[in-house]
């Protein structure tokens, strides 16, 4: 309806053509993503773009637009095109060098924040990627300092401009290293917390062509997916205070066995969360 009475060059016929575009690529929701897009070029509120319909738009933002649209029709992530994403209150920086924060991610820190107690001293956030649960850790908890740790230099670079960017710069250190491996023998933790990878090897190939496009350092957990997981359960007990808790962001079939490996190395209180969509996708221990 809008392209019958909005000229190509308006606010409204470039959303309609995009969306158009966007949907014969295979992207599912193509016009909260194109208006998405059109906001970023607009530099405009999402939510007040439909106000624009009518106006015309100049050559120098609609070849950025056009840009835009082909990189996403490309099936890059709508976060790498944007170059930026949401995480709760927090806009982070993101590039191909890290993980799209995700929604089940906002979820998990709140299920964290539930169980924390109100005071704390020093926790670790381990594969940091872009750095937003330690971000928002450091917030919330201002009187702890957060290390956050990835074995990736350029995940870590980007979590730190975050990190500065959202005045946390201070309390959160980085550690570039394999798990805990750099921690210094003295330290130790009120509470590790971690979104490893946990992909499965053998489902690699077959993710969705954007999640083929983030680091697949990030999303490959070896055989069963556990790898990793495996090895930081193992790890966190030695670092854990007494009563010190280690929370788990896992696989949608994973519970179980991530529940079986804090079990075998003596972990108490493991608890199973669900997200909004049902799913067991965390998962607590107490040392
Ligand atoms: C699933 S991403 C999660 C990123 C971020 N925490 C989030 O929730 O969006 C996993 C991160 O763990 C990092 N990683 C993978 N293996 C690691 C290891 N052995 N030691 C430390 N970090 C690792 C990856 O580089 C990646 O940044």
């Given at each position: 309806m809008t392209s019958s009475i909005l000229s190509e060059s308006t606010v409204g016929g470039m959303l309609k053509t995009a969306t158009d575009r966007l949907t014969a690529s295979g992207v599912s929701n193509a016009a909260w993503e194109a208006r998405e897009l059109m906001a970023a070029v607009l530099k405009e509120l999402p939510v007040l773009v439909p106000l624009r319909f009518r106006e015309e738009v100049p050559a120098a933002p609609r070849a950025v637009w056009d840009r835009l649209v082909a990189e996403r029709c490309g099936r890059k992530p709508l976060a790498q095109v944007l170059g930026e994403w949401s995480f709760g209150d927090l806009r982070l920086l993101v590039t191909p060098?890290?993980?799209?924060?995700?929604p089940e991610t906002e979820e998990f820190f709140s299920w964290i924040v539930d169980r924390?107690?109100?005071?704390?001293?020093s926790l670790a956030d381990v594969g940091?990627?872009?750095g937003c649960l330690a971000i928002a850790l450091a917030r919330k908890y201002p009187g702890a300092y957060v290390w956050a740790v990835d074995v990736s230099p350029s995940a870590l670079s980007v979590a730190r401009r975050n990190a500065a960017a959202h005045g946390v710069g201070r309390r959160v250190f980085f550690l570039e290293g394999?798990?805990?491996?750099?921690?210094?023998?003295?330290l130790h933790l009120d509470a590790v917390v971690a979104n490893l990878p946990y992909v499965d090897e053998k489902d690699m190939e077959s993710l969705d062509p954007e999640v083929r496009r983030e680091p697949a350092l990030a999303l490959d957990g070896g055989r069963g997916g556990l790898d990793v997981i495996r090895r930081l359960i193992v790890q966190a007990w030695e670092k854990l205070l007494p009563d010190g808790q280690v929370f788990l962001e896992i696989g949608h079939d994973q519970a179980a066995a991530v529940s079986d490996l804090f079990r075998g190395m003596g972990y108490r209180k493991i608890e199973v969360g669900r997200d909004f969509a049902g799913v067991e996708r965390f998962v607590a221990g107490t040392k």
């Amino acid at each position: 309806m809008t392209s019958s009475i909005l000229s190509e060059s308006t606010v409204g016929g470039m959303l309609k053509t995009a969306t158009d575009r966007l949907t014969a690529s295979g992207v599912s929701n193509a016009a909260w993503e194109a208006r998405e897009l059109m906001a970023a070029v607009l530099k405009e509120l999402p939510v007040l773009v439909p106000l624009r319909f009518r106006e015309e738009v100049p050559a120098a933002p609609r070849a950025v637009w056009d840009r835009l649209v082909a990189e996403r029709c490309g099936r890059k992530p709508l976060a790498q095109v944007l170059g930026e994403w949401s995480f709760g209150d927090l806009r982070l920086l993101v590039t191909p060098d890290v993980l799209v924060p995700r929604p089940e991610t906002e979820e998990f820190f709140s299920w964290i924040v539930d169980r924390l107690p109100p005071r704390l001293f020093s926790l670790a956030d381990v594969g940091t990627g872009s750095g937003c649960l330690a971000i928002a850790l450091a917030r919330k908890y201002p009187g702890a300092y957060v290390w956050a740790v990835d074995v990736s230099p350029s995940a870590l670079s980007v979590a730190r401009r975050n990190a500065a960017a959202h005045g946390v710069g201070r309390r959160v250190f980085f550690l570039e290293g394999d798990l805990m491996s750099r921690f210094s023998p003295g330290l130790h933790l009120d509470a590790v917390v971690a979104n490893l990878p946990y992909v499965d090897e053998k489902d690699m190939e077959s993710l969705d062509p954007e999640v083929r496009r983030e680091p697949a350092l990030a999303l490959d957990g070896g055989r069963g997916g556990l790898d990793v997981i495996r090895r930081l359960i193992v790890q966190a007990w030695e670092k854990l205070l007494p009563d010190g808790q280690v929370f788990l962001e896992i696989g949608h079939d994973q519970a179980a066995a991530v529940s079986d490996l804090f079990r075998g190395m003596g972990y108490r209180k493991i608890e199973v969360g669900r997200d909004f969509a049902g799913v067991e996708r965390f998962v607590a221990g107490t040392k």
